[in-house]
Each structure stands twice: as structure tokens, then as C-alpha cells.
């Protein structure tokens, strides 16, 4: 079983930055591919980046790219989203994922094993 906790939500104005952390548990968290997602109301969720389990590799959204930076400190078991340049259709229920049997990097969700239970993020015009 794999515990996440996502932290680090708020409400910021337009063009402003936040930095989600995501906490794992286990010794094996190390060897996870890590994801973070999104869900915006009366939307379905959808993928904003995804790291591998050494953080040499990474993949974002298209909505996001050049503005979000996905990162992971494995010896804390945490895994970051640092979001700059913040826009109101950024707000959102941000969700990590831990994907346990990484084969490549997946942006489908169905791909992934554990969630987080989500931290809000608001970004006011």
C-alpha cells in the first residue's frame, strides 16, 4: 500500500507561482514513476506532468509546458509540481499518482496505481 499526500494549494493571483509537494511512503517509492493531475469543476480529470522514477526524465501537457517543472527528491520520498506564471484556468484539484510498475511515462491515469487526495489550487484574474 502506498500513502500520498499532496500539499502546497492556495489561492494565488493571475502570473503568480506555487510549488506542490507530494509525499510518498515506502522504501520502494524510489522506484515509482510519479504523476501529477488535475481536475477543474465540471471537468474531467486530465494529465499535467509525469517524472520517472530517477527524475531524469519528464513529460507535461501541452497546457503547461514552459511553465511547470516537475522534480523529485527520492532520499524525501517527495516529488514536486513548481507552477510559475499561474492563469485562472490553471485552478484546479491537483492530484498525485504513483505509477508502481513503470514502463515508460504514461499521461492516461488508468496507468496509475495510488492517488493523493488532492489540494486545491485557485488562481484569481
Known amino acids: 500500500q502506498v500513502q500520498l499526500v499532496e500539499s502546497g494549494g492556495g489561492l494565488v493571483q493571475a502570473g503568480g507561482s506555487l510549488r506542490l509537494s507530494c509525499a510518498g511512503s515506502?522504501?520502494?517509492?524510489?522506484?515509482?514513476?510519479m504523476g501529477w493531475f488535475r481536475q477543474a469543476p465540471g471537468k474531467e480529470r486530465e494529465f499535467v506532468a509525469v517524472?520517472?522514477?530517477?527524475?531524469?526524465?519528464?513529460l507535461y501537457a501541452d497546457s503547461v509546458k514552459g511553465r511547470f517543472t516537475i522534480s523529485r527528491d527520492n532520499a524525501k520520498n517527495t516529488v514536486y509540481l513548481q507552477m510559475n506564471s499561474l492563469k485562472p484556468e490553471d485552478t484546479a484539484v491537483y492530484y498525485c499518482?504513483?505509477?508502481?510498475?513503470?514502463?515508460?511515462?504514461?499521461?492516461?491515469?488508468?496507468?496509475?496505481?495510488?492517488w493523493g487526495q488532492g489540494t486545491q489550487v485557485t488562481v484569481s484574474s
Open positions: 499518482a504513483a505509477d508502481t510498475s513503470p514502463i515508460r511515462l504514461w499521461r492516461a491515469g488508468a496507468n496509475y496505481d495510488y
Open positions: 515506502g522504501r520502494t517509492f524510489r522506484l515509482y514513476s
Open positions: 517524472v520517472s522514477w530517477s527524475g531524469s526524465s519528464t
